[in-house]
Structure formats: structure tokens, C-alpha cells
């Protein structure tokens, strides 16, 4: 079963920036596209962005020009670089393989932007 262990939560002002790292278990990484995705309380999951193995990006048009996402396959890691956060970025959020995503979840990491 494959694990995700995302990191990088906190609270932030609007217009603040923060960055997330994914590191699911190595073999897992190997070959496959990785996204992000988000789950604000009362919402459905929603993909943020997804990188595949040769670092072809895909965003959804609400962070376009604010998020990054990027990866380190020596490292097995992926990224999220969310820059002029916003209030309604605020959300639990998990990585997870890309575009489909594997069955089971990490928990999540929590990003809450608040003045």
C-alpha cells in the first residue's frame, strides 16, 4: 500500500506564500505523475495541480500564476510553492499519483489563510 506523507501546513495571511512536500514511499514514485489536491470543509476533493514523471504541469485555472508545483525524483519528493494565498485556498491538502489517484489517502496537511 502505498504512503503519503504530506507536510508543510500552516496559517498565513492573505497575499503570504507557503510551500508543501509530498514524499510517498519510493517505488511508488517511480514513473508516475503526481498532483495535488485539496478538500476546503463542505467541498469535494479538487485537483490543484499535477506533474507528470518528465515534468509536464497541468493547473486548474484558480492558482494558475500563483502555485508551482515541481518535483525531485532523486529525492522522491513533490512540491507545492502557493504564493499570494488567498482566503478560499484554505483546505486540507493531499498529494497523491496523477491524474488517478491511488485508493488511499495521506492525511493531508492543513493550509488556512486568515488575516
Known amino acids: 500500500q502505498v504512503q503519503l506523507v504530506e507536510s508543510g501546513c500552516g496559517l498565513v495571511q492573505p497575499g503570504g506564500s507557503l510551500r508543501l512536500s509530498c514524499a510517498p514511499t519510493e517505488l511508488a514514485f517511480i514513473g508516475v505523475g503526481m498532483g495535488w489536491y485539496r478538500q476546503a470543509p463542505g467541498n469535494q476533493r479538487e485537483l490543484v495541480a499535477g506533474?507528470?514523471?518528465?515534468?509536464?504541469?497541468v493547473y486548474v485555472n484558480f492558482v494558475k500564476g500563483r502555485f508551482t508545483i515541481s518535483r525531485t525524483n532523486a529525492k522522491n519528493t513533490v512540491y507545492l510553492q502557493m504564493n499570494s494565498l488567498k482566503p478560499e485556498d484554505t483546505a486540507v491538502y493531499c498529494c497523491n499519483r496523477f491524474p488517478i489517484p491511488w485508493g488511499s489517502w495521506g492525511q493531508g496537511t492543513q493550509v488556512t489563510v486568515s488575516s
Open positions: 506533474i507528470s514523471y518528465l515534468f509536464e504541469r
